[in-house]
Every structure is written in structure tokens, then in C-alpha cells.
């Protein structure tokens, strides 16, 4: 947390609120945001436009330059007003109208200038497209990983976390722990297409905020409403079929599925 979904929600409120702005500067008031530690950055450049992939942000400049920013666990990129009062910074970014901070309470995001994105193939990035499931299909049927580890696999398939994974394989009715390359093309289309569900309808209810997520403007998202599995606890009624939901963990993670989930 956040996941893809919520660094593409900021990104998308970031750039409509933004536009071409002009970027003073940038303030590094964590040292552990960053090695080597700038204290500040200045820059007096526009911005052109806001790139995502997986879980981190790419902020393209007027000049040519960019830099990066990852949420990490607990990270928020709120514009000073809707910070609370009492919640420290830890880089605010000075445009010529706003300024927008981020705010990080287990202090796991990172920031880098010049900017670098992962790897891993995006499902998020084709969500608008007419995409075929061949790569993805491929990237499975390549891996010995179990399926839930390897969706989390930010050097694969980039942007899915633990929410998101829990949720995607309760609805492609695929037990968590099977290795990757097990499944069919069939069961492997069907995962693509529970991954775009889910996605698309966590992009609509503006992602999950369940402690600290908030979109730019400080409003919370409403997808943890809806969560089928995740947060549940050992032997709670299966949503889909009543039977006794199984948790453990896998990969350090918490995974909760059902035994309808093969």
C-alpha cells in the first residue's frame, strides 16, 4: 500500500491540478529519501507531463531532465492543504501556485534525479487499450514462482501488491500458492481478465485507502468497501461460497483464499 492503482490515481490528480506549472524547487527534508542527499533543488523549469510505471512516479521536465518518486508503504503526495496539521514532509515539491509534499509515516519512499523506473511489465498501463493477454500468458507460463508471488514480482508484472493479488486471484478462482507455470492458457486468460476487472473498478472507486493513502487532494479512496478477501480473518465465510477462508502467508505475506479457489 499504495499500490498501482493509487500512484496512478495521484498521477492523474497531480497532472490535472498541475498542468505546465513551473517547478521552483524541490526541498529534501529526509535524509533517508534519497543518497547522495541534496538538502535542495533548484530547478525554475516547467512541467511537462507525469509518467508512471508500477508503483512509481516519473515527473518529465521542460529541460529534458525528470526524477522519481516512490511511495514506498505508507507514502501520500498531498498538496499543504490537505495536510494535517501535525504531519511532517519529508520532500515538498515548490510550483509557482502550490506546493505539494510527501508525506510517509514508516518512511520507506524514495526519491531520485535523475528519475528511474522498473522494469516489469505493467497490466495497468494497457488497461485502456486493446491489449491480448499473449505476454502476460507468456510471463506465467515462463515462471516457477507461485502464481501470487509472482504477480507481486515488481521486476515481472509491475504495480500488483499484496491487496490487489488477494483480490485478483479470489476472482480468478485460482488458489494463491500454485506455481505460475501450472496453469493453462485458459486459467492464465482468466487471471488476466479478473486482473482487469478488479484494476478498472479500483481505479473508478479512486483505490484503497485503509490508514494512511490519500489522493492529492486529501479525499480518501473507497475500494476497501468492496475488498472480497483481503483484511478477512481465518475460517470467515467465503464470500462465494460460504465455506471457511484459509489465511497464512506466502512470500512474508498475508494471503487469504478458499478452498473453491483451485
Not at 34 to 56: D, E, M, T, W
Not at 60 to 84: D, P, Q, V
Not at 243 to 251: A, D, W
Request: net charge positive; hydrophobic share 40%; charged share 25%.
Amino acid at each position: 500500500m499504495p499500490e498501482g492503482i493509487e500512484v496512478e490515481i495521484t498521477r492523474k490528480k497531480l497532472e490535472a491540478s498541475l498542468g505546465h506549472q513551473l517547478l521552483r524547487s524541490i526541498d529534501i527534508l529526509d535524509a533517508r529519501l534519497a543518497y547522495p542527499v541534496p538538502q535542495s533543488i533548484a530547478f525554475n523549469v516547467k512541467l511537462l507531463s507525469i509518467a508512471r510505471h508500477g508503483k512509481v512516479l516519473q515527473f518529465n521536465l521542460e529541460n529534458g531532465s525528470n526524477f522519481s518518486l516512490s511511495l514506498g508503504m505508507t507514502g501520500s503526495i498531498l498538496c499543504r492543504e490537505a495536510a494535517k496539521n501535525n504531519a511532517q514532509p519529508r520532500l515538498m515539491m515548490n510550483f509557482a501556485n502550490k506546493q505539494y509534499g510527501l508525506f510517509d509515516v514508516r518512511r520507506f519512499g524514495r526519491f531520485a534525479y535523475p528519475g528511474k523506473l522498473p522494469q516489469g511489465w505493467d497490466v495497468l498501463s494497457h488497461l485502456g487499450q486493446r491489449q491480448t493477454p499473449k505476454t502476460f500468458c507468456s510471463i506465467l507460463a515462463q515462471s516457477l514462482s507461485a502464481i501470487k508471488t509472482l504477480l507481486m514480482d515488481q521486476n515481472k508484472i509491475a504495480g500488483i501488491g499484496n491487496i490487489y493479488a488477494n483480490e485478483i486471484l479470489f476472482e480468478a478462482k485460482i488458489r494463491p500458492s500454485r506455481r505460475a507455470n501450472s496453469l493453462s492458457l485458459l486459467e492464465s486468460r482468466q487471471l488476466w481478465r479478473a486482473a482487469r476487472k478488479i484494476l478498472r473498478k479500483a481505479l473508478a472507486l479512486g483505490g484503497s485507502s485503509i490508514k494512511d493513502f490519500r489522493h492529492p487532494d486529501g479525499k480518501k479512496g473507497a475500494f476497501q468497501h468492496v475488498f472480497k478477501v483481503y483484511g478477512k480473518k481465518q475460517s470467515e465465510p467465503c464470500p462465494r461460497c460460504e465455506k471457511p477462508l484459509k489465511v497464512t502467508r506466502l512470500g512474508q505475506r498475508a494471503t487469504i483464499y478458499c478452498s473453491c479457489q483451485k
